[in-house]
């Protein structure tokens, strides 16, 4: 980049205005390599068990270890987005992707509680890179349809989120804390793949810099400052919504059957990864149904959609409890790629503020839901967090309020 002024400019226009036709082989970089990323972080709570025995290590510890995780992973992503809105860094995937395989490593030889935490705090950094730049090549390879490209890329993380723990479960349970060394050659596969996605994405910025893409300036967005920011108001209030319900299931799912229904430990991460892969399989419709009629709509239902389901399940049988989760985690799975393709129409030309920001906030309520409706669990019974979490896609009414924005 010869000056800063270039460097904001051709960050601005690669965010706007992306090729003709996507590019689906980086699409399917990115989705492989978020697939990766998503396994190695599930690692970590997946070893928990592990660690509490090994160290003495007491609820409050296993606690922290989360929140240093969230913290890096969250708060981290926003200002990664700022910075490269500004400075676009086409390695900076393959650098974040780092410090996740050093993170790796050192969870795999650590022999005291800091080092575990210090372990924690260098793969959510890795994280913390990784989501917001990441989102931002996909959208720039997505030749138009946004959706589709996000929904690609989200694929991958929900198909890593569901993986992760059945690799744990026949790895690491069995052969210990070392065997987590073994993942890394998953982060060096990811740095190779993303190496060739940055080496794409410079040439990108440099034609763009020689003329060879016409010259354009950043689309300016025709709704108020005041509606902008009450928008991103409202898609965070929905996120919360979404994300303490899906972290209701990814992380208390298997108490509340083995304690409702008396059911197995091996039946319950069956019925878990049913939930875990609906998500994964639901994540690809929402971007074409978005591209084509629109993202506010795949709000509306995504939000809103679930809430009869919801609602009838804290009373179902076991039978119908597991198929009640299939239709709540497919159509559960297209809001995220939803609403943050329609914040990026919203805010155009801060593609890695968006990404950071809504990646960050998602990583954060995970981490605060997680949190609380444990302690809510404490308090009352986990058959209770059930029914309360079962209103909380009402939150979708608010979608009513977002602003109509103009498509492609």
């Known amino acids: 980049m010869t000056s800063d002024g270039t460097a904001t400019a051709s960050a601005t226009a690669m965010g706007s205005v992306p090729p003709q036709t996507a590019t689906i082989s980086i699409l399917w970089a990115l989705s492989l390599s978020h697939l990766l990323n998503d396994v190695m972080q599930s690692l970590l709570p997946a070893v928990y068990p592990l660690f509490k025995d090994n160290y003495a290590l007491n609820f409050f510890q296993i606690g922290l270890i989360t ?7 969250s708060l981290l992503q926003p200002l990664v ?4 809105d500004r400075h676009p860094w086409p390695y900076s995937l393959p650098c974040g992707m780092g410090f996740t395989f050093v993170g790796l490593i050192v969870l795999a030889v650590a022999s005291s509680f800091p080092l575990i935490l210090f372990a924690a705090a260098l793969i959510g950094m890795g994280s913390s890179v990784f989501h917001p730049e990441a989102s931002r090549i996909a959208r720039l390879a ?3 349809r946004y959706g589709f490209a996000q929904a690609l890329f989200q694929l991958g993380g929900n198909a890593g989120s569901a ?10 349970v069995p052969w210990g804390q070392s065997s987590l060394g073994w993942f890394s050659l998953g982060a060096i596969a990811a ?14 910025l440099m034609e763009l810099q020689s003329n060879q893409y016409p010259a354009v300036a950043a689309r300016s967005s025709s709704v108020s400052r005041f509606r902008i920011i009450s928008a991103i108001a409202i898609l965070l209030l929905l996120m919360f919504s979404k994300y303490f319900y899906l972290v209701s299931l990814s992380n208390y799912y298997t108490f509340y059957l083995m304690q409702r229904f008396q059911v197995s430990v091996s039946t319950a991460q069956i019925a878990l990864f049913v939930i875990l892969g609906s998500v994964a399989a639901g994540t690809i419709g929402g971007g074409p149904v978005g591209d084509r009629f629109g993202f506010k709509t795949v709000i509306w239902i995504s939000i809103l959609g679930i ?11 076991l039978f119908w409890t597991i198929v009640l989760t299939i239709p709540i985690g497919m159509i559960q799975a297209s809001a995220f790629t939803a609403m943050i393709v329609y914040a990026q129409e919203l805010v155009p030309g801060r593609v890695g503020l968006i990404g950071g920001l809504f990646f960050g906030f998602a990583f954060g309520m995970a981490g605060l839901g997680a949190a609380v ?5 404490d308090q009352t019974s986990i058959e209770y967090v059930y029914h309360v979490c079962s209103f909380l896609p009402l939150f979708g009414l608010l979608t009513v309020f977002l602003p109509n924005t103009k498509g492609r």
């Open 67 to 73: 929140f240093t995780f969230q913290l890096t992973a």
């Open 142 to 144: 997505s030749g138009g």
């Open 163 to 172: 993986i992760g723990p059945l690799l744990a479960a026949l790895i690491v």
């Open 81 to 84: 987005g700022i910075y490269t």
């Open 307 to 317: 809430l009869p389901f919801t609602l009838i399940l804290p009373y179902a049988n």
């Open 373 to 377: 409706l444990g302690w809510l669990a």
């Open 191 to 204: 740095m190779f793949v993303l190496g060739q996605v940055g080496r794409w994405y410079q040439q990108q």
